[in-house]
């Protein structure tokens, strides 16, 4: 399949972009002589922008002219003349680019909408039991090879960790910090309420952390004001990073840290992808949905045993369905400390 061309599309969010570079990967390995290329939505592209593997991105900008700019890039697509598209996505917009790429094979989830129109279809499980495990996400993703290849493995998903490639620029922003010899890496904030740890909880554990080595908060510019609640901004101890590491930078400072503490949340995926040693904390959701941490030394808190309500929903809440939020307030910060 030395000419074989391929294009994977994933327009989800940050984290659903960074656990397809495992599909990137594992692609990569069953067609090595292919060319692979990769649709996303805008604000997503440096996850994939500096992998060797991808040939070409596609960047739909959906906050402007959203139709109109995915029209355009369909007629792209179809102009490439794809042997393989694989869609991980399984909404409307996804769908339609892929029944459109006029692609000899298209495969997909049979959840999509427009999956009539797909060549290979697969269920998508949320859970995914296997014998006495469940299925991770990348796993899931992984299953979309099946149809290419007779009898693929669906491999473990500690053999699909997601990858990132960095750039110079990221090397020196990281070098700039100094970072000390031992260090921890914070991620406090979620999209979703009930995804996240609570504020006390956090502000805790970095009071905490601090004295025990230097603490680095990361997140996106807009949980700044979040962030800066967390802590007393005169402790030398926390340095506030929020808005100021891009999503490479943020996994690169994760990499050799003593220990990442994160929600279940999109930084948690980015430090699976560098192997970075891992306390995720799970209150409304649990690992049975399949994003639990992928790291070699991980650990995952959640209250046990688990509440009646628990899990309350796939994604979270904006706040607790029953007012009292007991899946995080009852979690110790001194479970979490012993993760160290």
Not at 111 to 121: D, E, G, I, V
Not at 254 to 282: E, G, Q, W
């Amino acid at each position: 399949m030395k000419d074989q061309k391929i294009l994977i599309i994933q327009t989800a969010f940050i984290g659903d972009v960074i656990l397809a570079t495992s599909l990137v990967e594992y692609v990569r390995k069953l067609f090595p002589e292919a060319q692979i290329d990769f649709f996303l939505r805008k604000g997503n592209e440096s996850i994939m922008s500096t992998n060797p593997n991808i040939n070409q991105l596609y960047i739909w900008d959906k906050n402007k002219n959203k139709f109109s700019a995915l029209l355009k890039l369909i007629f792209d697509v179809r102009s490439q003349k794809y042997d393989t598209v694989i869609n991980i996505q399984r909404f409307f917009n996804s769908g339609l680019v892929t029944a459109l790429s006029k692609a000899r094979t298209k495969v997909g989830f049979k959840q999509n909408p427009l999956s009539l129109f797909f060549t290979h279809k697969v269920n998508h499980q949320i859970p995914h039991k296997m014998n006495s495990s469940y299925f991770h996400e990348v796993q899931r993703n992984a299953q979309l090879i099946i149809p290419l290849i007779n009898n693929a493995p669906i491999p473990p998903a500690s053999a699909l960790r997601p990858m990132l490639y960095f750039s110079p620029e990221d090397e020196m922003k990281i070098y700039d910090l100094k970072l000390p010899a031992e260090y921890f890496v914070l991620a406090p904030s979620s999209v979703w309420y009930t995804k996240q740890w609570h504020e006390s909880k956090w502000k805790e554990l970095i009071q905490r952390l601090s004295a025990k080595a230097k603490v680095y908060l990361i997140g996106a510019p807009t949980d700044n004001a979040y962030i800066e609640r967390l802590y007393v901004q005169t402790n030398s101890q926390v340095i506030n990073l929020c808005g100021g590491l891009s999503l490479r930078q943020s996994a690169l400072l994760m990499k050799n840290a003593l220990r990442v503490f994160v929600n279940d949340s999109a930084p948690l995926h980015l430090a699976s992808s560098v192997n970075a040693k891992t306390t995720a904390i799970f209150c409304s959701t649990v690992a049975e949905f399949g994003y639990f941490p992928l790291s070699e030394q991980q650990q995952l808190i959640q209250l046990e045993p688990r509440l009646d309500c628990m899990p309350c929903g796939l994604h979270g809440h904006k706040q607790c369905p029953h007012k009292h939020f007991k899946c995080a307030m009852d979690i110790s910060v001194d479970i979490v400390e012993k993760t160290i």
